[in-house]
């Protein structure tokens, strides 16, 4: 495969690259070859010496397809492309947290004066000792009889801390097929380019340019991406339970993903997926290919969105992960731990035979020496998927006598039966509490025979899917609204005193609420009578406690800047002339408070964009405060020498006329 006409390297381009811009987007480009003697051989890596010892294997172990393609021609090429996440070895792991810890769970909130510094510190954070590595894989495996053992395989890999497949995979079409045609120069060439392009901003649609192409990419919110990677600031949009309109912004991680393709033979069970997801269900995804279970991963993942997805997830994983010999020496009876693994070594059947939730998607690859632009691209490219998908008839073929042996005799059999012949199935023993909406799955649209049509239905039946999940997740998620509620000063009080602290959690009281007034018509018509338990599951589950923290601590970033623009817009005479002496006093010590939390953080390089006009107009309050008080309190007051130096450098800038004292 060659790279695309249309794409040619800017003949102007200086190779000189920036390494610390380019790190805000990739960690390192490696080449990686099979060799027949010695096995995966990383040729390249750039920038060197990024990796750990450990790493490297890791990354060239996840970056080959687990058997090569037995489809081909007595010479051909197949390309794909696909994705892995692996654990970095640099940073200590964080232990879980336990459920114990949910009825108090605002306990441990810190001040608002060190919030605001916080906000953005984090705002500026560019994250580079993210947890987590992902690997985003071009393979291609070239068949020729001529050469030893029939062929050769090489993987180009770009590595980031960031998951943004909308970014890499795109990237990865131009540069896979560049670096087969000019070699490793082209490592170079998408460096520089890189390193010119803009910060990465969460939530923003972004031109991000490449020779004489260019990417639009919109990139996930901060609120959907992993906890590992810092603190962002989310906007407090993120917390409403309200449905966006426009669904070509990203609500959640891999809004790119292909959902119904890769789910067409399990629609009716989207439903119960959602829920083991919400959970946090430990689940097991085997697929023919890499790039088919990569993408059922990704859109597992995405269906849960805008909630804050905080299980471990990896998109490809081989026996040859660290964490495979834990997983196998689990004991029987021995609970999983939280984490939706895509594997497509059917060995895992055994060794992890004892996993609750099991699903197999995809169908075995035919022929195919292309890789696909566009939303199956990230799926191989596969074609043979089933034909003349009749959904109107959906809910009839479900209980056909065939259907319901087939399904009887996958069931005794077990997922064990996918040794013999890959089918598109799930094993659990879950009973889900939310029922599939027909109606949406009668919406969508028979992708028919042509492959044109097929993508180009796939795009409408994706935003169908997604929209209504998103809408059922914002809905789950409303009732918990009332605890992310930012106060506002109100006219009758100082805005210069401490905001209110949020409502507390306790979970039985939630439950007892929410059992009274119920979960709203949305989902009352679309789950059973025992709809409760779901929430019950959910707050003893593993997303609840990471996702409702990081709520309440952007609901204290968006209070903190309420309450600081109050002190900034305040008529500062209005408020004193509603004073008594004893009131002024303590706003004068207030105002004084305040100001020293915007000096601090100043001093300790925290402060933000308008903390210096800030500090200007905070002084002038306590100025005109001042100017108010009995001269025998203003002796007192300024027998502190550093209060006298402050208000003396207020001084100048006051222009406000003295006042007497109310009464």
């Known amino acids: 495969m060659s790279r695309s006409p249309s794409f040619s390297v800017k003949s102007e381009l200086t190779s000189e690259v920036d390494e610390k811009s380019l790190q805000q987007w990739v960690v390192a480009f490696c080449i990686i070859r099979f060799d027949l003697e010695q096995g995966q051989l990383i040729e390249e890596c750039y920038p060197p010496g990024c990796l750990t010892q450990n790493e490297e294997l890791e990354v060239a172990f996840s970056s080959f397809p687990d058997s090569v393609s037995q489809h081909h021609n007595r010479s051909s090429i197949h390309d794909c492309i696909f994705f892995f ?55 291609r495996q070239r068949h020729d009889e001529r050469l030893k053992r029939g062929g050769e395989q090489k993987s180009v890999v770009i590595l980031s801390h960031n998951p943004y497949s909308c970014v890499f995979r795109p990237l990865l079409q131009i540069m896979g097929p560049l670096y087969f ?161 895509g594997v497509t070594n059917l060995f895992f059947l055994k060794a992890l035979r004892n996993m609750p939730h099991i699903v197999s998607v995809g169908s075995p690859a035919a022929n195919s020496n292309r890789v696909t632009i566009g939303s199956r691209a990230f799926a191989g490219g596969i074609p043979g998927q089933q034909e003349g998908f009749n959904l109107q008839h959906l809910s009839l073929r479900k209980f056909a006598p065939a259907n319901f042996l087939n399904a009887v005799k996958l069931r005794r059999d077990g997922p064990l039966s996918l040794m013999t012949e890959h089918k598109e199935a799930i094993w659990t023993n879950y009973a889900a509490v939310t029922k599939p909406d027909t109606s949406i799955l009668n919406r969508l649209i028979d992708a028919g025979l042509s492959p044109r049509v097929e993508e180009s239905m796939s795009v409408v039946n994706n935003d169908i899917l997604r929209r209504h999940f998103l809408e059922l997740t914002t809905n789950f998620l409303a009732p918990f609204g009332p605890y992310f509620r930012a106060s506002t000063p109100s006219e009758a009080s100082s805005p210069f005193t401490d905001p209110p602290p949020l409502p507390s959690f306790n979970t039985d009281e939630f439950l007892a609420s929410l059992s009274a007034r119920g979960p709203g018509k949305f989902l009352l018509k679309r789950t059973r009578s025992n709809w409760l338990d779901l929430y019950r599951r959910f707050l003893k589950g593993h997303n609840f406690l990471p996702w409702f923290r990081r709520k309440r601590a952007v609901t204290e970033q968006e209070q903190y800047k309420l309450w600081r623009q109050a002190r900034i817009k305040i008529s500062i005479q209005q408020l004193i002339d509603k004073m008594s002496e004893l009131e002024i006093v303590d706003l004068f010590n207030a105002i004084e408070r305040n100001l020293q939390g915007e000096t601090e953080a100043t001093q300790y390089g925290r402060a933000n964009e308008d903390t210096e006009a800030v500090c200007e107009k905070l002084k002038k309050h306590l100025k005109s405060v001042f100017k108010v008080l009995p001269k025998d309190v203003q002796q007192l007051l300024i027998m502190n020498p550093e209060r006298a130096s402050l208000l003396e450098e207020s001084n100048q800038s006051s222009d406000l006329p003295e006042h007497t004292s109310p009464r």
């Not at 947290?97 to 949910?102: A, H, L």
């Not at 004066?113 to 906000?119: P, R, T």
């Not at 430990?282 to 995405?302: D, H, K, M, R, Y």
């Open 181 to 341: 045609d000019i070699g490793k120069k082209a490592l170079n060439y998408i460096a520089a380019y890189i390193s010119k392009w803009p910060t990465p901003v969460p939530g923003q649609l972004l031109d991000l340019p490449i020779g004489n192409a260019s990417l639009k990419v919109n990139l996930p919110p901060s609120h959907s991406l992993p906890s590992d990677r810092g603190f962002f600031e989310d906007s407090a949009s993120s917390l409403a339970p309200l449905l966006p309109s426009n669904l070509s912004i990203p609500q959640g991680l891999f809004h790119d993903s292909d959902l119904f393709g890769t789910f067409r033979g399990l629609l009716m069970q989207l439903w119960k997926l959602w829920e083991l997801l919400l959970l946090g269900e430990p689940i097991l995804v085997i697929a023919p290919t890499p790039p088919q279970c990569c993408e059922a991963v990704a859109g597992l993942v995405s269906l849960v969105a805008p909630l804050l997805f905080s299980v471990d997830f990896r998109p490809y994983f081989t026996i040859h992960d660290p964490e495979f010999a834990n997983l196998n020496s689990l004991q029987e009876g021995s609970s999983f731990p939280p984490m939706i693994l």
């Open 85 to 139: 996440r692996i654990r970095r070895h640099k940073k200590p792991q964080i232990s879980n947290i336990t459920s114990s810890e949910i009825v108090e769970v605002d306990n441990n909130i810190s001040s608002q004066k060190h919030l605001g510094a916080d906000v953005h510190k984090g705002k500026n954070q560019n994250n580079y000792d993210s947890r987590y590595l992902y690997g985003f894989v071009f393979n």
